[in-house]
T-cell receptor, first 116, second 111 residues
Framework: GAVVSQHPSWVICKSGTSVKIECRSL??????MFWYRQFPKQSLMLMAT?????????EQGVEKDKFLINHASLTLSTLTVTSAHPEDSSFYIC????????????FGPGTRLLVL | RKEVEQDPGPFNVPEGATVAFNCTYS??????FFWYRQDCRKEPKLLMS???SGNEDGRFTAQLNRASQYISLLIRDSKLSDSATYLC????????????FGAGTTVTVRA
C-alpha cells in the first residue's frame, strides 16, 4: 500500500521556539496533502490542505502565520509551528491523497509535539 | 451539531463475540464514507470504504443508510487484535477531498 512518512516522530521543545515537521509520500506523488491535529480523546481536526506549488488552504480558526505550510514538491509537505507554546502540544498527523482517484487518504505515523 | 458523531463506547466484548456500532453524519450531501482504525498513539489506518449497497471485508461488514444518514460497522468473531478505536470518516463535499472524522468508538476485546 501507499506509504507516507513523517519526521520527526516526536519532539520536545521550549516555549517560543519553532518546530518543523516533514511529511513525505514515499511511493507516489501527492499533489494534495493534509495536516491534522489530534488532542487526547478527541477526533482528528483538519488544520489545512497543502497543495503542491500553491498556497495552503487553512481551516477556520487556524492561524496561517502560526502554522506555516510549504508543499514545494510532489512528495514533500512541511508544517512549521512558529513560536510554539504549551497549548500547541498535540499529535500532528499528515495525510496524502493517492493519485489513483480513491477518496481515502494515507496517513503518516504522526508527530508528537510537547512544548515546555 | 458535529458533522460526524459516534458513540464513544467503550464496547467491551469477549473474544468471538459480535460487536456493532453506528455513526451519524449531518450533511445529507456527503459523498464518501470510510471506517478507519486507530491504535493507541498511532496514526489512523483505513479499514474499509463504505458503499451504498453495503460491503464486507472478512469479518467486517459496513452498511450505509443515506435516508437516516448513518453508517455502521459490524465485527464478527472478534479477535484480541481488533481492540482499537474505530473512526467514522466522511467526505462531506464532492469538490474537495477533505475528510471529517468522528471522535471514535473504542472497542476492547477480552480473552
Amino acid at each position: 500500500g501507499a506509504v507516507v512518512s513523517q519526521h520527526p516522530s516526536w519532539v520536545i521543545c521550549k516555549s517560543g521556539t519553532s518546530v518543523k515537521i516533514e511529511c513525505r509520500s514515499l511511493d507516489f506523488q501527492a499533489t494534495t496533502m493534509f495536516w491534522y491535529r489530534q488532542f487526547p480523546k478527541q477526533s482528528l481536526m483538519l488544520m489545512a490542505t497543502s497543495n503542491e506549488g500553491s498556497k495552503a488552504t487553512y481551516e477556520q480558526g487556524v492561524e496561517k502565520d502560526k502554522f506555516l505550510i510549504n508543499h514545494a514538491s510532489l512528495t514533500l509537505s512541511t508544517l512549521t509551528v512558529t513560536s510554539a507554546h504549551p497549548e500547541d502540544s498535540s499529535f500532528y498527523i499528515c495525510s496524502a491523497r493517492h493519485p489513483n482517484g480513491l477518496d481515502g487518504q494515507y496517513f503518516g505515523p504522526g508527530t508528537r509535539l510537547l512544548v515546555l | 451539531r458535529k458533522e460526524v458523531e459516534q458513540d464513544p463506547g467503550p464496547f467491551n466484548v469477549p473474544e468471538g463475540a459480535t460487536v456493532a456500532f453506528n455513526c451519524t453524519y449531518s450533511n445529507s450531501a456527503s459523498q464518501s464514507f470510510f471506517w478507519y482504525r486507530q491504535d493507541c498513539r498511532k496514526e489512523p489506518k483505513l479499514l474499509m470504504s463504505v458503499y451504498s449497497s453495503g460491503n464486507e471485508d472478512g469479518r467486517f461488514t459496513a452498511q450505509l443508510n443515506r435516508a437516516s444518514q448513518y453508517i455502521s460497522l459490524l465485527i464478527r468473531d472478534s479477535k484480541l487484535s481488533d481492540s482499537a478505536t474505530y473512526l467514522c470518516v466522511v467526505n462531506l463535499r464532492s469538490n474537495d477531498y477533505k475528510l471529517s472524522f468522528g471522535a471514535g468508538t473504542t472497542v476492547t476485546v477480552r480473552a
